[in-house]
């Protein structure tokens, strides 16, 4: 597997932080998306950091908060389909780190930054996943 | 005719209990209310608990919130509260230290931004239209908002 390719059909991971800040909206299944503020750059990043599942699990992602010294209790995790990311004009480029192999960004082709537009949009394509999804899924799974 | 009927909230807070303009092409009409919507509270307890944040709060090196943003905020909501059909915002923290503000009845979403210099960044998507721009002009946004 050449890691550094990122395939449309993978699924990258976010951590969303607990309430009140998770800012999430819920769907009409009932289930819940991440809203556009936690998908938002800050000043001087260049690209949104993600992992991808092929190589993080979402337990592993929300396992990482500790070598921060931060507790995992609250915290959430969003998905994302490359595939979505790449069809608003993004990239997602694997950029592995020494805590986190499957580490990745969601990068702008151009212009330099992920506009609000594209973070709006790219919200509405994320997913919450379940306490149920973070427990059982393991790196290399597929989820809906 | 001037349709910016509410410039800043300080003139919002001076505006009659009910004002009405035309906006050129199509009709805007904005209620205000005598008394900020009941939800202000909630949403001003929202804030204070911003406050609190410390830095890289989303783990990811987010900032904490600015405190002028946070005032600049304030005056947003007290103003946004006294116009009928304004619903409470989703009201969160934005990884550069500002305060988001979000609405999303499922048709129509606006995502705002407030800075440090009161400057307030928008992107509203909704039934085919759809705007992103920055601007000090609190009229703006509430005609959009009243959309909903």
């Known amino acids: ?144 | 005719m001037n349709n910016n009927i509410i410039e800043t909230p300080e003139q919002l807070t001076r505006t009659s209990t009910y004002s009405a303009t035309a906006s050129g092409t199509g009709e805007v009409l904005i209620a205000v209310r005598s008394q900020p919507a009941a939800w202000l509270r909630d949403a001003i307890n929202r804030l204070d608990e911003m406050t609190q944040l410390k830095p890289n709060w989303d783990s990811y090196g987010a900032a904490p919130v600015d405190g002028v943003a946070i005032q600049f905020a304030y005056q947003l909501l007290r103003c946004l509260s006294r116009v009928h059909g304004i619903e409470r915002p989703s009201i969160t923290a934005t990884p550069n230290g500002q305060v988001g503000l979000s609405w999303d009845d499922g048709t129509r979403s606006m995502d705002l931004d407030i800075n440090s210099r009161g400057r307030i960044a928008y992107y509203y998507e909704g039934r085919g239209d759809e705007r992103e721009s920055e601007t000090s002009n609190v009229s703006e946004v509430v005609e959009l908002l009243t959309r909903f």
């Open chain 1, 1 to 144: 597997m050449n890691v550094t390719e990122v395939g449309s059909d993978e699924i990258i991971l976010r951590r969303i932080p607990p309430p009140p800040e998770n800012a999430i909206q819920i769907l009409p299944d009932g289930g819940y998306r991440a809203t556009s503020f936690r998908l938002r750059l800050r000043d001087g990043e260049l690209g949104l950091s993600c992992s991808r599942l092929a190589l993080t699990s979402p337990r592993a992602l929300l396992d990482q908060l500790r070598l921060q010294g931060t507790s995992v209790d609250g915290w959430m995790v969003c998905r994302l389909l490359v595939a979505d990311v790449r069809s608003l004009g993004l990239e997602v480029q694997h950029i592995p780190l020494t805590n986190d192999h499957g580490h990745c960004e969601i990068r702008p082709i151009s212009p330099s930054t992920l506009d609000k537009n594209l973070t709006s949009k790219l919200a509405k394509k994320t997913r919450i996943l379940t306490p149920e999804e973070i427990e059982s899924v393991q790196a290399g799974d597929t989820i809906p």
